[in-house]
């Protein structure tokens, strides 16, 4: 049973259908489709005002395209020390900004700290020649801890941004897993808390591989088009990720699967809870859990045939485990059966 990740799962039925669907007959290349124009009114529609809308084909390629518009060669992108773009994208922010800098923040539980951002800026030389000069924010949308930054927290991050006139990017790979089931609307939880830009993650809540980079005002947009293209992110076939896409907003397919990765993730925590051997790294907010458990334990799962990370490997005994749109109930119960079976195990 596969808890490693949520890329590791399949793809809606619904989205399948959906690509099979635009294979038939023609369509106009590189964006000029029907289908891509309908992906920027409907995600207009959701966020509640006209947004500039591009799909591409991955989390990174979003982050780093959209952060190459809002910082210069010589900008700083502040995000959580432990955000995706700085610890998994192989310097992409910096490599498609020619050149800007990340500027690392603690915070716990995987948020920016906002007192912490505020102190970064007031010492960060702004307009002294000799600085990178601080350009960007980007917050993780579930956070890279399985937890969900709320509303005002969202808004003070970006409030202290736009102080120091900065920008505000939102990486939202699991932005579906952050909205379902909290009573906030999507503009509630991006543009009406001060984000300029949300890269809108489709690829691990059910999509093969669609993501969108969102912006809140059109104009902010830029020369994006260009750098999607100069990326060799601008597809020919782009009306496959569009028809990706169409498919995981209609009928609100992506809250829907959302709220079963968060339902399967919360059903786990509470089980694993129970055994009494787990201790929990950080709340569990979204669909991911980060738990330490008895080293026996693990071993015996693994042993078993469960599988998750090793989050902290000769270090500690804390895992992730992930759960998605399509997670078993069964499988669930039953690696909590079984933690709470080898939890009593002891080293001999
Ligand atoms: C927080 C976050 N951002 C972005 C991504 C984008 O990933 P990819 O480039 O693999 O699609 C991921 C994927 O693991 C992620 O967890």
Redesign the pocket.
Known sequence: VNFLSD?VRGASPEILEAVARAARGSALPYGEDELTRAVERRVSDIFERDCAVFPVV????A?ALALSVLAPPYGVVYCHEQA?IQT??CGGPEFYSGGAKLGLLPGAHGKIDRDRLRAALAGAGIGVVHFAQPAAVSL?QAT?AGTVYAQDEVAGIAETAREFRLAVHM?G??FANAVADRGLTPAETTWKSGIDVL?FGG??NGCLAA?AVVFFDPARAGDFAFRRKRAGHLLSKLRFVSAQLMAYLADDLWLKNARRANRMAARLAEGLDRTGAATFRHPVEANEIFVELPEPALAGLEAEGFQFHRWEPGQSTLIRLVTAFDTEEADVDRLIAAARRLAGTRDP
């Open positions: 890329n991955t989390g990174s390629a982050n995706h998994d994208e993780t890279e990486d790979a699991r890269s690829t691990k993501e």
